[in-house]
């Protein structure tokens, strides 16, 4: 449930119904704002006379919230969360773009590619170092030595790192390499994963189910918010639909109902939507005028060499004229996008 006190309460008072509720065995999750204070109350309150708070001269409402999610919900905190990642900032006002490769190959196609992207105006740089395929017959990754070679990027370069992580007992690696830990599709629904995820305070990208609902989306995020961790930022990379001209269907109505139901950034994945590169800029500038925190997109310098989804990485002229462009949108929606 939702509580809202009174304009102008104490904050003795405000500290009083926090232990109150605490007594009863409910977490409390505070939203303060200019002239109000919100308290989301987590917990079985279906046994509990909600209309008893108001015997408390400095409430003012009281609402049940029927969303299963709570603490990545709207209604608990009004304002847009905004995740610092590595002195980057993701939400709110700004645009972030992130370019690089689908997965690290080598130390020359690395460099030569983080180079390019940071000159075409991308924020972070996002290279996979471990790739979950489809087939187990396709290039996996390079394992260690890649996270190695980003870490060698990142202080090269003074770009924050995105990588996705699929084994728990890989994280002691990423917390020392890694400035945003993506969660994969696959495993959006890894709880074991996303608990341990929880418990740290690292940036972490949730990628959308092949075939989630939104809601089950923001349970996943529940999770992780749920184990202490504040900093997720959702990605959608569309959905598995009849549709098969593209690689997946972007669902561009997700920026909205996201930007409705929960304070946590969203960006928009146009490369693994798609599946083409050729597609990959028209979906990224809708992406931007609905609303969309910022992007996530395959380059590469020689995409018909790429080891991974060179199909649909943009070369880097290509992203380079596709930055200059989501900026001019973005100053026609009111956004910011450095």
């Known amino acids: 449930m939702i509580i809202k006190f009174k304009e102008g309460t104490s904050r003795s008072d405000i500290e009083s119904m926090r232990q109150y509720l605490m007594g009863r065995g409910f977490e409390i999750h505070e939203s303060i704002g200019q002239s109000i204070t919100l308290f989301g109350v987590v917990g ?10 108001y015997a408390f001269k400095y409430i003012d409402t ?3 919230i029927q969303e299963p999610f709570k603490k990545v919900n709207r209604k608990i905190k009004p304002t847009d969360t905004i995740v610092d990642c590595g002195g980057v900032l ?11 490769p689908c997965a690290v190959e080598s130390a020359e196609q690395i460099d ?6 940071k000159e075409a105006g991308a924020k972070m740089l996002r290279a996979g170092a471990y790739k979950p395929r489809t087939s187990p017959y396709s290039f996996q990754g390079m394992g260690k030595s890649g996270l190695d070679l980003l870490k060698e990027m990142k202080d090269k370069y003074h770009l924050p790192i995105v990588s996705e992580l699929m084994d728990i007992d890989d994280l002691p690696y990423f917390m020392d390499t890694v400035d ?4 994969g599709a696959r ?6 994963l996303l608990k341990e995820l929880g418990k740290i305070n690292k940036p972490i990208l949730l990628k959308r189910g092949l075939a989630s609902t939104i809601e089950e989306w923001l349970m996943s995020a529940e ?15 569309g959905i598995r639909t009849f549709e098969t001209q593209t690689r997946n269907t972007l669902d561009i109505s997700a920026i909205p109902v996201i930007k409705k139901l929960t304070h946590l950034p969203i960006i928009i994945d146009p490369s693994h939507a798609s599946g083409r590169w050729e597609y990959v800029e028209s979906l990224a500038r809708a992406a931007i005028a609905a609303g ?3 992007l996530i997109v395959e380059v590469h310098p020689e995409p018909e060499k790429a080891l991974s989804d060179g199909q649909q990485s943009l070369k880097p002229e290509r992203f380079e004229e596709l930055v200059k462009v989501c900026r001019k949108i973005a100053l026609a929606v009111d956004r910011t996008l450095d």
Do not use: H
Request: hydrophobic fraction near 45%.
């Open 90 to 100: 993701v939400g709110g006002n700004n645009i972030v773009i992130i370019g690089g």
């Open 187 to 192: 495993n959006m629904q890894n709880f074991a």
């Open 44 to 53: 079985d309150t279906t046994k509990y006379d909600i209309n008893s708070l």
């Open 62 to 64: 009281v609402v049940r």
């Open 112 to 117: 030569l590619t983080t180079s390019l992207v």
């Open 292 to 294: 969309a925190d910022g």
């Open 180 to 183: 945003v830990i993506q969660v």
């Open 223 to 237: 999770y992780i918010l749920a184990g202490g961790n504040p900093n997720v930022i959702l990605c959608e990379r």
